[in-house]
T-cell receptor, first 114, second 111 residues
Framework: DAEITQSPRHKITETGRQVTLACHQTWNHNNMFWYRQDLGHGLRLIHYSYGVQDTNKGEVSDGYSVSRSNTEDLPLTLESAASSQTSVYFC?????????????FGQGTRLTVV | DQQVKQNSPSLSVQEGRISILNCDYTNSMFDYFLWYKKYPAEGPTFLISISSIKDKNEDGRFTVFLNKSAKHLSLHIVPSQPGDSAVYFCAASAYGYALNFGKGTSLLVTP
């Protein structure tokens, strides 16, 4: 069965360190997204990609970067982790731009920056 | 500014009764609307969707209603069951672009 997986599921890191969260999907979807979930804010879009070599900033992109070198993966990098980036991160994928279909989410990564 | 708004952070309903979750949006370009359900420590899962060309979509116990003139949609769950207790997120997109989410409504269904 096709799926979307995130790793690690839990991560504790120190302030200032670089951290990369992995996201891998086997749906062969063109679209991939990174969201963060925080109490009182719901799900906020960090970065997204509509295809290989395409990346775009979302509403809370400061301090984060992504790269899309293949269809299956969209790793999220925190360049210098800050306590404000303690959150639960969700990766999602959907078919393609212009196609109204649902997005499928991974199980999430809980990141704690100490 | 938030384009999708869920103004009720929480809702408590008795088992067997109807649960009504509401959502408002501001962007008239949105043409696809979705509801997601989320349990603790899990990712959101798709529940039901509706295209802007429709005003109602039904799937078993779940019905979504769309009022485009009011920029309002609602999710009805009938009858509500304890297993429906979760956080429900409303989401919207335009032309298949990234989903915009509301802040969520926590539903508690009591026996």
């Amino acid at each position: 069965d096709a799926e979307i997986t995130q790793s690690p599921r839990h991560k504790i890191t120190e302030t200032g360190r670089q951290v990369t969260l992995a996201c891998h999907q086997t749906w062969n979807h063109n679209n991939m997204f990174w969201y963060r979930q925080d109490l009182g804010h719901g799900l906020r879009l960090i970065h997204y990609s509509y295809g290989v070599q395409d990346t775009n900033k979302g509403e809370v992109s400061d301090g984060y970067s992504v790269s899309r070198s293949n269809t299956e993966d969209l790793p999220l990098t925190l360049e210098s982790a800050a306590s404000s980036q303690t959150s639960v991160y969700f990766c999602a994928s959907s078919e393609s731009r212009g196609s109204n279909t649902e997005a499928f989410f991974g199980q999430g990564t809980r990141l704690t920056v100490v | 500014d938030q384009q999708v708004k869920q103004n009720s952070p929480s809702l408590s309903v008795q088992e067997g009764r109807i649960s009504i979750l509401n959502c408002d949006y501001t962007n008239s370009m949105f043409d696809y609307f979705l509801w997601y359900k989320k349990y603790p420590a899990e990712g959101p899962t798709f529940l039901i969707s509706i295209s802007s060309i429709k005003d109602k979509n039904e799937d078993g116990r779940f019905t979504v209603f769309l009022n485009k003139s009011a920029k309002h949609l609602s999710l009805h769950i009938v009858p509500s069951q304890p297993g429906d207790s979760a956080v429900y997120f409303c989401a919207a997109s335009a032309y298949g672009y990234a989903l915009n989410f509301g802040k969520g409504t926590s539903l508690l269904v009591t026996p």
